[in-house]
């Protein structure tokens, strides 16, 4: 398991430097006083493109984002670890002459059931792991576990078949404690970063080709991720807000609670064929355009055609199609009649460890920011 998003604050003992491109400064129109000065949030901007947002806030540091994606062209293996991810926050904020975020050592509970605390305190949390159901089966695996319930979710499953959610009500609209998610990498690569890519450094481009070899290797392996998206009032909840305060395995069992889902289903994935790619395989007819031609009739007999079975034509394009279990005779029943013939089918089985390809550009802190993110 490692982290892919995190949304945490921390309160310091002293004001924090303004820091930001823009400042905000409110007046009294009376007496022309200033009344208060403040920073909006801004982008901190890495190599690759990549952003993280901070906002600094009197004596509060605000940082939002995927540490694993910092100075990174991808996020398919990322940080194990809260004390890794703090090592690439706290770097970050350096660069801008902000102090480290720290663990906490002492929380100071008020009577209104808020706290104050003197570390980081968690806002979101994605807790995020690979698994690999082997190539050509993500849909097919997505669309077996979306039977499945998580808890008291029920599972929505995308139009394109790439991407399984669970929601209290079954659609898009996430939850307000947790956003549980399943979803095919490459697709994703393939549809968000690799036009980012091409866009910003060029088809010709070595960053290009490193994504483009990135996405076929997770499209080999059938590479599938899971996101569990928790937020700020599941933390609260289960009491994970404050780091250095509770017991990081706890995170890795609510993960692989969320995992669970499949375990107890067979999900097998097949090859289809056409109606003229089964006449052709089972050697019915001779040539492709005998085959469409017959293909044709069971098109009509979907759509509800009657045919005159007293024709030579009619009767020999009935008998071909016979042959393979379809009889344009008999009324057309969507529930009763299948037109698709199952070829190879095979048993998804998942798999959670793999070898990492050689040519995969792991995380690493700056060497010129090792010092500052210890």
Request: hydrophobic share 40%.
């Amino acid at each position: 398991m490692f982290f892919d998003w995190i949304k945490a604050y921390q309160d310091y003992d002293y004001d924090l430097p303004k820091v930001g491109d823009v400042i905000c400064r409110r007046f009294d129109l009376e007496t022309n006083d200033l009344l208060s000065t403040s920073v909006p949030a801004f982008f901190a901007e890495g190599s690759y493109c990549t952003t993280f947002r901070i906002h600094v806030c009197g004596r509060r540091i605000t940082v939002d984002g995927n540490p694993s994606r910092i100075n990174r062209l991808d996020n398919v293996f990322g940080i194990d670890s809260l004390e890794g991810c703090f090592r690439v926050i706290n770097a970050l904020l350096a660069e801008y002459g902000l102090p480290a975020m720290t663990r906490c050592k002492n929380v100071q509970r008020l009577q209104d059931g808020s706290a104050i605390a003197d570390g980081a305190v968690f806002q979101r949390l994605d807790l995020t792991s690979n698994f690999y159901v082997g190539q050509g089966n993500e849909r097919a695996f997505l669309r077996g576990i979306s039977s499945q319930r998580f808890r008291n979710s029920i599972a929505y499953l995308y139009p394109d078949g790439n991407t399984c959610v669970w929601t209290p009500k079954g659609g898009e609209k996430a939850g307000s404690l947790v956003y549980p998610g399943n979803y095919n990498k490459a697709a994703e690569l393939d549809a968000h970063l690799l036009p980012k890519v091409k866009r910003t450094f060029g088809e010709d481009s070595d960053e290009f080709r490193y994504v483009r070899e990135l996405r076929d290797w997770c499209a080999s392996v059938g590479m599938v991720r899971s996101e569990l998206k928790c937020r700020s009032e599941y933390l609260k909840r289960e009491d994970l807000r404050f780091w250095g305060l509770f017991d990081e395995q706890k995170l890795v069992e609510i993960h692989r609670g969320f995992l669970m889902i499949g375990e107890k289903c067979e999900i097998s994935n097949f090859d289809v064929l056409t109606v003229a790619d089964e006449l052709l395989a089972k050697h019915i007819v001779k040539n492709t355009k005998a085959a469409m031609t017959t293909a044709g009739y069971v098109s009509l007999w979907q759509c509800g055609q009657k045919f005159d079975f007293d024709k030579s034509s009619v009767k020999t394009h009935r008998a071909r199609l016979r042959h393979i279990g379809i009889d344009i005779k008999l009324p057309f029943d969507g529930t009763r009649h299948g037109v698709v013939f199952i070829r190879n089918v095979r048993e998804i089985e998942r798999k959670f460890e793999t070898v990492v390809p050689s040519f995969y550009r792991p995380a690493v802190v700056p060497r010129h920011l090792q010092l500052v993110a210890a």
